[in-house]
């Protein structure tokens, strides 16, 4: 049963959170397979989360953005992919960070996604899980409180454009220009936890991390961060795309493989569709 998956998942991020406050920002002399360098609090949040999901009976296997291969054992049928700490590089500014988590029946691929969550460890402690539906729950004196989340209305206010503006394609520097044009407001923390949780709270926007000069295939992996979020985005009522694609249609090849993304509602990737095509 996925909904399983809530106290569990609760549990690695309540040990997350206490991570958080007391482990300085400091990097390790590694980076991870996306060439990422690894902080201290990297490593340590996806052990928490390692041994917690090799634990359950229901996991099959797990894979992490912080380690080069999957790992597998003999019980259960669920795959977990997850990014432990996401937003590591605001992790020193004190913003709010996250952690995201795709669930998977018997394999790593977009169309085996059974359901997804995501915590933002910010003044408080959040958690939205989706399988059939979506659960929001704020942590409070009392515990884990589940909060109604409504879903996204056909077009909000906010534009998150990721990436270095200089290595924009013509045609994404003119959306984006266009949005802002319309009225649009920036929100960008440079965490997509944040970023898409804010896009849900306010009930629309865009966020986007697109395809650029430098990072052709994007930055965002497709994995632990894409298509859980995708998932989430659609259960909200919401779209996501690659551009063109679906995101919940795309072919994966390798556990770390990235895609350009685009996540919003229903006006918001429509204009997406019209720019990109
Ligand atoms: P991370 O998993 O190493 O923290 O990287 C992912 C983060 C996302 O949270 C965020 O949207 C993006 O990287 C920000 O990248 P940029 O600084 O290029 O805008
Ligand atoms: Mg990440």
């Avoid at 729950?137 to 009392?142: D, G, L, R, S, V």
Wanted: charged share 25%; with cysteine; net charge negative.
């Amino acid at each position: 049963m996925t909904k399983d998956f809530i106290p569990l998942l609760q549990k690695c991020s309540l040990q997350i959170q206490d991570l958080l406050k007391t482990t300085p920002a400091c990097y390790l002399n590694t980076t991870n397979t996306s060439g990422d360098a690894q902080l201290q609090i990297d490593v340590a949040a996806d052990k928490i989360i390692e041994k917690e999901l090799m634990g359950s009976k229901f996991i099959a296997g797990l894979c992490s953005e912080e380690k080069s291969e999957a790992i597998f054992k003999d019980t259960g049928s669920y795959l977990v992919a997850y990014d432990p700490l996401d937003g590591s590089s605001i992790i020193d500014s004190n913003l709010s960070v996250g952690s995201i988590f795709g669930i998977y029946e018997k394999e790593f691929k977009a169309s085996a996604l059974v359901a997804s969550a995501y915590v933002v460890y910010g003044p408080k402690l959040e958690f939205v899980f989706a399988d059939d539906k979506l659960t929001h729950f704020i942590y409070n004196t009392n515990g884990w409180e589940e909060k109604n989340l409504a879903t996204l209305k056909t077009q909000g206010k906010i534009n998150a454009p990721g990436g270095t503006q200089k290595n924009w394609d013509p045609k994404h520097k003119k959306l984006i220009e266009s949005l802002f044009e319309e009225g649009y407001r920036l929100r960008y923390s440079g965490g997509m936890v944040p970023d898409l949780h804010q896009i849900l709270i306010k009930g629309g926007g865009l966020f986007s991390y697109p395809a650029t000069l430098d990072s052709p295939k994007g930055k965002l992996r497709k994995l632990f961060e894409v298509f859980p979020f995708a998932f989430i985005y659609e259960k909200a009522g919401g779209e996501a795309i690659d551009g063109k694609k679906r995101l919940l249609e795309l072919e994966i090849q390798s556990l770390h493989e990235s895609t350009p993304c685009f996540f919003g509602s229903k006006n918001e990737i429509e204009k997406v569709r019209k720019y990109y095509e």
